[in-house]
């Protein structure tokens, strides 16, 4: 019951929208983090191992999508002297966001990897300090996922309506 509840915690930590704040911990949940550091440092790992694999698909998916189609639009409209002013800025927006989110996610990856290296067993106020600065890193890439996501739909809606007029 005691690993449910740590593990219940690290992850609360983890993925909840809290505020930025660090609460300090109670003794028995410093206890609890000292008595379960083995297995919460293999879920951390867990969790590092699959953000890893979602980094690379989502930054390949996004190179693709603005390669293979955002980037030739562009370009095709211009060579056709049908130039868009609002596709070129989407463009933009689209590449400075994906460039963000590939920092974002190496300084995320970064603290993950301190945090993992970290003995929780030693000072598991310091390591759950570390986890909320993880946890708050994770939740900035994920709000630039966000901003892709709504990027590509504004690219969508603006090539629905450029389709009308061309």
């Known amino acids: 019951m005691k690993k ?19 609460m300090a911990i109670t003794e028995s949940q410093s206890e609890a983090i000292v008595d379960n550091c083995a297995s919460i440092k293999e879920k951390l790992r867990s969790v590092q191992k699959n953000d890893a694999k979602v980094r690379v698909y989502l930054g390949g998916y996004y190179e693709s999508i603005l390669t ?6 562009n370009v095709r409209l211009v060579e056709n002297n049908l130039s868009n002013a609002e596709l070129v800025e989407n463009q933009n927006n689209f590449a400075s966001v994906k460039a963000l ?10 603290e993950l990897e301190l945090l993992v290296s970290m003995d929780c067993r030693k000072d598991p106020e310091e390591f759950y300090e570390k986890l909320d600065i993880v946890r708050q ?3 900035t890439m994920v709000q630039d996922v966000l901003r892709v996501r709504s990027i590509i739909s504004q690219h969508v809606r603006l090539v629905e309506k450029l389709k009308g007029k061309v």
């Open 4 to 22: 449910i509840a740590v593990f219940c915690f690290v992850a609360f930590a983890i993925f909840c929208q809290c505020p930025a704040r660090v």
């Open 68 to 73: 293979k189609f955002i980037v030739p639009l």
């Open 101 to 110: 989110f590939s920092s974002d996610f190496i300084n995320y990856q970064q």
């Open 137 to 139: 890193k994770r939740k």
